[in-house]
């Protein structure tokens, strides 16, 4: 490799960082997040003498695998095991960049090979990570654990997968890697896979033992990440190996809710044919249907309700799908749904119809609609107060001069 790894820190540090946040919220209830930085990451090297620059030349020449350059540096007195100020060494550059020769003579030099980044990542993650086959077998051989876990939680086996690297996931499952391991937001390496659209991976994970209905800190199951990361493959592929497709999160929610909102028909079309219940209710009792209304996807609206979505359906504040079509002003969407029968004066809990609720937010194209479906301009909510009462309170002139 030419270009120094300068244009590859933006993506790594975002990758590592997303989850170390997530760690260090955990951590912030207790005073202690610094004493506890200090005991979970690695120690940098101190009592170095030389240089940075030099020290940076050490990492330059490891990524571009000039094993030569390494060898002068090296006699020179540089540290081999100097880390960079993402905690890099020589040895994680190699390994990332595949230069196994230089790999070899690093560590018959003496490298350290468990060393941890800043990230808590061995030469070993970064190799999966970039899918470095030759590397990481010949890491395992040489006794690299696999035991270590990234601040986020995450194992080498996690990153391969997470990257389609089939090969580094069959070395490392080879030796003994967990198919079912988990991070700190207890992802699998088959939430990984899934999430990303890496089937390949998902299947050779199933085929080691990993579980298709596994569930993170959240009740997700791979299935209901491949569909909240809109990946048709992934939803195809996780149902044919007998994924649950009704299966709840914590708050409830299926894999047709989470891509109800999104309109994909050829994913609502997957899950649906594979069983998914169309008036699901989650804790709030939200179907799918409220959702595609309140997001105004027509296309879902229509599958939905095809699929026996109940247009009558009540949430815990008595709306109906037309009440959260209503709401946020998806005029096509109330027109579905008033086309195929949708009461249009239901009321909510506190006895708003659809037209209250567009009359005090003050979406006219919403108003004439409903106005024209025959809703009735007289009714009052449970403060007496008609879809009138409420334009002129909220002073929406053009709801006004739809109303009078």
């Known amino acids: 490799m030419a270009a120094g790894p300068e244009v590859f820190w933006k993506w790594m540090e975002l990758h590592d960082s997303v989850s170390l946040h997530a760690v260090e919220k955990r951590w912030r209830r207790t005073p202690s997040l610094k004493e506890w930085q200090l005991q979970r990451w690695p120690r940098f090297q101190s009592g170095v003498h030389h240089p940075a620059m030099d020290q940076s030349k050490l990492h330059q020449a490891a990524w571009t695998g000039c094993l030569e350059q390494v060898k002068a540096l090296l006699k020179a007195g540089i540290s081999i095991d100097c880390q960079d100020p993402q905690g890099w060494t020589a040895l994680h550059y190699a390994a990332f960049c595949g230069h196994l020769a230089l790999v070899k003579f690093l560590l018959h030099r003496g490298a350290d090979i468990n060393s941890r980044d800043l990230f808590a990542c061995t030469p070993l993650h970064r190799a999966a990570w970039n899918g470095q086959t030759a590397v990481v077998e010949y890491l395992l051989q040489l006794g690299a654990s696999q035991e ?42 088959l939430h ?41 493959p992934s939803v195809a592929h996780l149902l044919s190996r007998g994924a649950d497709v009704n299966a709840k999160t914590e708050n409830g929610q299926t894999a047709l809710h989470l891509c109800a909102a999104a309109g994909n028909k050829k994913i609502i079309q997957q899950l649906l044919t594979g069983g998914a219940a169309a008036d699901e209710a989650d804790k709030e009792l939200v179907t799918p249907l409220h959702l595609a209304a309140g997001v105004g996807s027509c296309v879902a609206v229509h599958l939905l309700i095809l699929h026996g979505g109940a247009l009558d359906a009540r ?10 079509s209503a709401l946020r002003g998806n005029a096509e969407a109330a027109k579905l749904l008033l086309h195929y029968g949708a009461d249009v004066n239901a009321k909510e809990r506190l006895g708003k119809t659809a037209l209250h609720l567009a009359s005090e937010r003050g979406h006219s194209k919403m108003l004439k609609l409903l106005l024209d479906k025959g809703a009735d ?20 002139s053009g709801a006004l001069q739809v109303i009078q």
């Open 315 to 324: 949430d815990l504040l008595h709306m109906t799908p037309l009440h959260h």
């Open 148 to 189: 270590i876990r990234s601040c986020s939680g995450k194992a080498p086996l996690h990153l391969a997968a997470a990257h389609g690297h089939l090969g580094a996931a069959q070395a490392l499952l080879r030796h003994g890697a967990q198919a079912d391991g988990r991070d700190v937001n207890r992802w699998t390496p």
């Open 377 to 396: 301009a007289s009714l009052e909510t449970h403060w007496k107060e008609t879809a009138l009462d409420l334009a002129l309170e909220n002073k929406q």
């Open 192 to 232: 990984w896979a899934a999430f990303n659209g890496q089937l390949p991976t998902a299947d050779l994970l199933l085929g080691c033992g990993a579980a298709v209905n596994d569930r993170d800190s959240n009740g997700m199951s791979p299935l209901q990440l491949a569909a909240l990361a809109q990946s048709e």
